[in-house]
């Protein structure tokens, strides 16, 4: 089954996708920032990666940029969420845009067809 990476300054955001995740058989690793998400990242590469935009730290724009300049790991799909309506549009092509509050349905369809 997939590994995903969720990655959000909000613990209750992390507890419920986690939560939701794992009974839906997938593998959850968590960070608060772009940072810890690196670092994670660093120990286990994920399948995919769900972000939130706004994060002390690293935002998740910033962890976008590292992620496409490192060439082993620019392939790694990513969600990126927000609640802001225009998410600066990154060079990588695996990103796929997603408005927060985001249900959980649209997040499983989502990962769902980016293959997870």
Not at 41 to 49: H, M, Q, V
Request: proline letters at 6%; aromatic letters at 6%; one cysteine or more.
């Amino acid at each position: 089954m997939k590994t995903i990476l969720v990655v959000d300054d909000e613990f209750d955001i992390l507890a419920v996708w986690r939560l939701l995740l794992e009974r839906h058989g997938y593998t959850v690793l968590t960070a608060s920032n772009g940072a810890a998400a690196l670092e994670q990242i660093s120990l286990a590469r994920p399948d995919i990666i769900v972000s939130d935009c706004m994060m002390p730290v690293m935002s998740g724009l910033q962890l976008c940029a590292a992620l496409y300049n490192a060439p082993n790991l620019r392939a790694i799909p990513i969600i990126l969420c927000s609640a802001a309506a225009d998410i600066p549009v990154q060079p990588n092509s695996t990103i796929a845009y997603a408005r927060k509050p985001l249900s959980f349905d649209a997040l499983l369809a989502m990962l769902q067809r980016m293959g997870g």
